[in-house]
């Protein structure tokens, strides 16, 4: 079994940064890969980023390359989502979400165990 927890998020002016935090119990995040996704008020749920470590692989949405990075902590069983350069654009919920196996996708309807989310709002 795993359990995703969200946190991190908060309010912060245009240009300013935020981490997002999702810790996990039960296996490590070695086993599974990893995704971010967001939801907006009033829009649809839209991927943010993924990382698959046993795959070797990450990659992110074009909105947020170069500004966003996923990273984890081993240790503490902590998958990070690194914002820099925040935009109003990128106020959302944010969501962690996961799935055993090594191929990364983009699809929500991919991915099963999600946490409860954390909400970002950027100020113009």
């Known amino acids: 079994q795993v359990r995703l927890v969200e946190s991190g998020g908060g309010l912060v002016q245009t240009g300013g940064s935020l981490r997002l935090s999702c810790a996990a119990s039960g296996r490590s995040f070695g086993s599974y890969v990893v995704a971010w996704f967001r939801q907006a008020p009033g829009k649809e749920r839209e991927f943010v980023g993924a990382?698959?470590?046993?795959?070797?692989?990450?990659t992110y949405t074009d909105s947020v390359k170069g500004r966003f990075t996923i990273s984890r902590d081993n240790v503490k069983n902590t998958v990070y989502l690194q914002m820099n350069s925040l935009k109003p654009e990128d106020t959302a919920v944010y969501y962690c979400t996961a799935k055993s196996g090594n191929y990364v996708s983009r699809d929500a309807a991919r991915y099963y165990f999600w946490g409860e989310g954390t909400l970002v709002t950027v100020s113009s």
């Open positions: 990382a698959s470590w046993s795959g070797n692989t990450t």
